[in-house]
């Protein structure tokens, strides 16, 4: 009966440190698997910088032409309007001429 129990006592050890290593193993699996999607989490922002490049270029370019345009209606804009302003110039001193000397 005692060598039964020797056995059944060594057969239990022997479960018990196939368990651990099984256990060990799973979390080394686990540990393996995590930095490998550090690893790839960190290629795809690599990638991900590379393809925005070439979006941003063309929305920068985008924004360039579109504030030049603006910039050349604005200087129109201001430029037709000191024109507008110097030809009105002229009647607006006669107007102001002539009511300081009671004239209207």
Known sequence: MEDILKRLLAAEKDAEDKVEAADAARRQIIQDALDEARRAEIEFEKQAEARR??????????????IAELE???AARMRSLRALAAGNEESAVEDALALILGRR
């Not at 490049?53 to 579109?66: I, N, S, V, Y």
């Open 53 to 66: 490049r070439p979006f941003l270029a063309t929305a920068e370019e985008g924004a360039q032409r579109r």
């Open 72 to 74: 050349a209606v604005s």
